[in-house]
C-alpha cells in the first residue's frame, strides 16, 4: 500500500509540474489583439493618409475609405467598391474568405451604426468590418 501511495504522488506531482510548464498564462486583452488580421488596406491610399495622420477616431479611417474609393459621398459607402476590395483582398490571403463573408454580411448588406460620438460612416463599416472578422479568425491567425 506504501509503494501505491508514493508512486500516486510522484504521478500526480509529474503531471501537475507537467501541466504548469506547458500552459499558457490567462490574459484580459481585447479579443481584437487576439486575431492577427493583415493589413486591410492598399499601400496608395494609406501612405496618403499618413503623412500627416488625420486625428481622431474617424479622420483617418475616413481618410483611406475616401482615396480608396469605399465611400460615394461622406455618408455612404459604395458597396459594389468595398465588396470588391475585401473579396480580392481574401483572394490574396489564405484562409480568411469565411472572416471576409462575414464582413460583408453584417458590414456591407446592412446598414449597421457603431455608435461613435461622431457620426462616421467609415468608422461604422471599418469597424464592424473588424468585428466580423474577428468572428471567424482562421486558426493560423489566432495568437492568445
Known sequence: MFKFIVFFIYFVSTCNADFVTNSKVATLKPLSACCDIPELGDPKPLSECSNPKPPGP????????????????????????????????????????????????????????????????????FTCTGIAMLKKCPDHAWKC
Not at 73 to 90: F, G, I, M, P, V
Open 58 to 125: 474617424c479622420d483617418d479611417v475616413q481618410c483611406v475609405f475616401e482615396k480608396s474609393g469605399f465611400l460615394k459621398d461622406k455618408s455612404t459607402l459604395n458597396k459594389e467598391a468595398y465588396r470588391k476590395h475585401l473579396q480580392q483582398w481574401a483572394g490574396r490571403h489564405e484562409g480568411w474568405t469565411p472572416a471576409v463573408e462575414k464582413a460583408l454580411e453584417e458590414c456591407v448588406d446592412k446598414n449597421l451604426r457603431q455608435y461613435l460620438n461622431v457620426t462616421c460612416k467609415a468608422y461604422d463599416v
